[in-house]
């Protein structure tokens, strides 16, 4: 991902694929399909049901913020038939940011719907996933939270914290089945930063010949808050360890917040006096040896 600017992403899945694979050579590699099944550990008896296609990447531009904009994108998808393999699908993915009065906060939301058509029999389904993406800035600490919202059992979903290049610096999985599940993640030094979220959610078992199927809505709602929870962790990768030394003891050779080498907000500064000394040492050295921001 390249930042700023969000991407959606729509696939009708087993698993996920490249972008930019087009739905008529992806649906017609069994090969592919097969290895695509297996990545998602499905067994062999369901990987003629299972298909894995991804529609063309859709992009808009934005700066980076912490305020949630709206948007709504729709995205179609066609899967089959082949001469071997009758089995049909067609339907649109659609995604949804829904700001919230307050500026910080937010839903992310996603619907579909299929037409089914072809061979099916027992325990055969249609999964279905979208991903999106959205960069965001921190000019202090702050802490995010994506807690599940009109989801039902069965959803997985997946949120990654990534740093100003796309690189991951964490990932939480949600257990939408879980009263209170969220992911939640602490951001100690400003900059730009990227979210990722991706859900997938199956039809269930599919009954013989065509039907079709939809998603209720599925969403997480989300809130930006100002402070880190985990001030130690430097490097935002929701850990106090050797690589926030690293940072830390920079900081500490520097001393004065005001020194222009210092890095911007001075985040080291965990008793905010100015200046990153021996106090700052011990605070930093206890969340050191706890390692795990809790």
Not at 10 to 35: D, H, K, N, W
Not at 75 to 85: E, K, Q, R, V, Y
Not at 186 to 211: C, D, K, N, Q, R
Request: glycine share 10%; hydrophobic share 45%; aromatic share 8%.
């Amino acid at each position: 991902m390249k930042l700023p600017g969000s991407t959606i992403a729509m696939t009708a899945v087993g698993c996920a694929v490249a972008p930019g694979i087009a739905l008529a050579a992806r649906s017609a590699s069994t090969g592919a399909r097969e290895a695509c099944s297996q990545a998602a550990g499905v067994s062999k008896a369901q990987q003629k049901a299972k298909r894995c296609v991804q529609d063309d990447t859709k992009e808009r531009s934005s700066s980076a913020q912490r305020l949630l904009a709206g948007l709504a994108v729709g995205g179609p998808f066609a899967i089959g038939p082949l001469p071997d393999d009758p089995f049909s699908a067609q339907g649109n993915i659609d995604v949804q940011i829904l700001p919230a009065a307050a500026s910080d906060a937010g839903t992310v939301q996603f619907s579909a719907f299929a037409d089914v058509d072809g061979v099916t029999g027992p325990g055969m389904s249609l999964d279905m996933g979208a991903s999106y993406t959205e960069p965001f800035s921190c000019d202090a600490g702050c802490t995010l939270q994506y807690a599940p919202h009109q989801i039902y059992t069965g959803t997985y979903a997946v949120v990654s914290l990534m740093d100003h290049a796309g690189a991951p610096l964490a990932t939480r999985q949600i257990d939408c089945a879980l009263a209170g599940a969220a992911a939640e993640f602490s951001v100690a030094t400003p900059g730009v930063y990227g979210i990722a979220l991706e859900f997938w959610w199956s039809s269930g078992g599919l009954p013989p010949g065509g039907s079709a199927w939809a998603t209720p809505p599925l969403g997480l709602d989300v809130w930006f808050t100002d402070g880190a929870f985990c001030p130690a962790d430097l490097n935002s990768d929701q850990l106090v360890e050797d690589m926030d030394f690293v940072v830390f003891a920079s900081a500490y050779d520097t001393l004065d917040c005001a020194d222009t080498a210092m890095p911007l907000g001075c985040p080291a500064d965990l008793n905010h006096d100015g200046i990153v000394e021996d106090s700052d040492f011990a605070l930093f050295a206890a969340a050191y040896d706890a390692l795990l921001c809790e």
